[in-house]
């Protein structure tokens, strides 16, 4: 493996940290306030090949790797997270059908999300089922060429934005194994019977679209399921395998932007008489932030290099995803500890970080989830 950046990528790097940089603050503040998604700047950043730059190129994408999206990420997340996850995470879901979906449905659905024209979103989650995606029971029953779904999906990003939706779906409750009971089915949202409602009222990333979804007697054509039918569990652990990835350069983005922030504070500020980077315990917690920052970046760097060369390393992946999410939290509260009293403030910008890390630890797989993961790896089943 070479960690030598192209020259490809160092430009990619420099041109996501021109826009996140450039166009960014117009909209954070008050999507953060107010809770907006920023969809014009959504839009901007397809128009500038932004987003989906993982997508073949024969859906419209760019044809990079999962690797060039994390370094897009990364540095837009470094900017601000809220911003960052709304302007990338209209893909959310592309990825699936990359992996598993026919010729026709990537036809269908890729090309438009990397356009600007669609957004896209990803349901598992329910009421009664958050880390045991197998207790998911929304029912799709099939009907002529149809299937018919029903149920409650929770927490799912971009469901009030979004124009077609994964829907993990029991299309099986015969089978004895709870793992093989569902499949995918793409969800147009202008379907009748389907309704959003935007959840808020968020700690963080709250330019980010939630919402709870109410999916009452569907009606999907059968060709909107993706991949095998029954394999719906498998395909979303391969799906995540993928996203994990990308969180992780979310919580790296997080983690530089917030260090950067208290860098810039602790060696403007004095206290007694000297700047307060001159205090050893200081220069201490920035040593920390910045080796656990390379610590998770050269882990995950790792991880979706792999993941460009068609290896899914799930161990290596959860590791990566916990490891960041720890990280990122652990770098967002010295940050602000740094700024003393002024962190505490909106106006300095850092309790933001602090905010948004936090759900870096919870959203796909919770870090305990990942530890089991992992541990399961190393152990084995008890
Ligand atoms: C902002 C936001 C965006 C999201 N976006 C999406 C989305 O787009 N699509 C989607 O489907 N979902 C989405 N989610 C849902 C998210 O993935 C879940 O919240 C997460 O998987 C945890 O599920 P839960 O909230 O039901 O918590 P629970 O499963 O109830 O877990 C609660 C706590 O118990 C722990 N726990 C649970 N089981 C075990 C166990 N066996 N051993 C040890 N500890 C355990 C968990 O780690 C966690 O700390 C989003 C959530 C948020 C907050």
């Known amino acids: 493996m070479d960690f030598a950046l192209s020259e490809e990528q160092k430009d990619i790097i420099k041109a996501a940290r021109e826009f996140a940089e450039g166009e960014f603050p117009d909209y954070m503040e008050e999507s953060d306030e107010k809770e907006i998604f920023p969809r014009a700047l959504w839009k901007k950043g397809c128009e500038l090949g932004f987003v989906g730059v993982f997508i073949d190129e024969e859906y419209g994408g760019a044809g990079l790797g999962y690797f060039e999206d994390a370094l897009i990420s990364e540095e837009f997340w470094r900017v601000d997270p809220g911003c960052g996850v709304s302007v990338l995470g209209g893909t959310f879901g592309a990825q699936l059908i990359q992996l598993y979906g026919s010729e026709e449905q990537k036809r269908r659905f890729l090309p438009p999300l990397v356009e600007g024209k669609a957004i ?50 029991v299309t099986h409750p015969e089978e004895q194994d709870r793992h093989r009971r569902h499949s995918v089915i793409v969800v147009e949202t202008d379907r009748e ?9 968020k700690l963080g990333i709250r330019a980010s679209d939630t919402a709870e979804i109410s999916l009452t007697n569907v009606r999907v054509p059968s060709r909107n399921l993706i991949g095998t039918p029954g394999n719906g569990f498998k395909q979303f652990m391969g799906f995540f395998n993928v996203t994990r990835v990308h969180i992780c350069s979310q919580a790296v983005g997080a983690a530089q932007g917030a260090m950067e922030k208290a ?18 315990v200081n220069q201490f917690k920035i040593a920390e932030m910045a080796t656990r920052i390379e610590a998770g970046r050269t882990l995950y760097w790792r991880a979706a290099w792999l993941l460009d060369q068609g290896v899914q390393d799930h161990r290596l992946i959860a590791m990566a995803k916990w490891f960041c999410g720890e990280m990122a939290v652990y770098v967002a509260n010295e ?30 797989g919770a870090k ?8 399961r790896a190393i152990l084995g089943k008890f």
């Not at 929304?138 to 934005?161: E, H, L, Q």
């Not at 019977?193 to 009222?201: D, P, S, T, V, Y």
């Open 368 to 375: 305990e989830i990942e530890k089991l993961v992992v541990a």
């Open 263 to 280: 860098i810039e504070h602790i060696k403007n500020r004095k206290q007694f008489g000297v700047p307060l980077a001159s205090f050893q």
């Open 120 to 169: 896209m979103g990803s349901a598992i989650t329910e009421p009664d089922a958050g880390s045991d995606v197998a207790g998911v029971t929304t029912t799709a029953v099939p009907d002529k060429d149809s299937y018919v779904i029903n149920g409650n999906k929770m927490f799912i990003t971009n469901g009030s934005v979004a124009d077609y939706v994964n829907v993990l779906c």
């Open 193 to 201: 019977g389907f309704e959003a409602n935007k959840l808020k009222g």
């Open 335 to 364: 940050a602000l500890q740094l700024h003393g009293g002024y962190g505490y403030l909106r106006e300095y910008g850092v309790e933001k970080y602090y905010r948004d890390a936090k759900i870096l630890e919870i959203y796909e």
